[in-house]
């Protein structure tokens, strides 16, 4: 099972976004602006490191979370999502007047099998 889903609504922002910049990777950042959000960058314009986690893919597009910020997160599935308004950060959605958003669960006993 993955860790991450996506939504249609998703899907579709990153298609836009995708043609206007090439490749996106997310990374879910950790505290600063608007909390823990997931944030969208073409690649190659946010730096990755040993302290990131690969949580999986979501359309085509690496998602990543702080290893320490997973550790929290760590029984959580999590489902990416857009939303009109403005968020408080630099991703590459917050032109077109969106943001991206998570919805998270709790990973069941089913899940974990």
Not at 29 to 37: F, M, N, Q, V
Not at 55 to 68: D, I, N
Not at 84 to 98: D, H, N, Q, T, V
Request: glycine residues 8%.
């Amino acid at each position: 099972m993955p860790k991450v889903d996506i939504t249609d609504a998703a899907r579709a922002v990153i298609d836009t976004l995708r043609a206007q910049h090439g490749d996106l990777i997310f990374h879910q950042s950790g505290g600063c602006c608007d909390g823990s959000a997931p944030m969208c960058f073409p690649d190659g314009e946010f730096f990755i490191d040993d302290n990131d986690e690969l949580l999986g893919e979501v359309h085509g597009c690496p998602y990543y979370m702080s290893k320490f910020q997973y550790e929290y997160w760590q029984h959580t599935h999590l489902t990416l999502d857009v939303t009109p308004g403005r968020g408080a950060s630099f991703s590459a959605e917050i032109p077109l007047g969106l943001r991206f958003v998570v919805n998270s669960r709790i990973l069941t006993e089913a899940d974990l099998e």
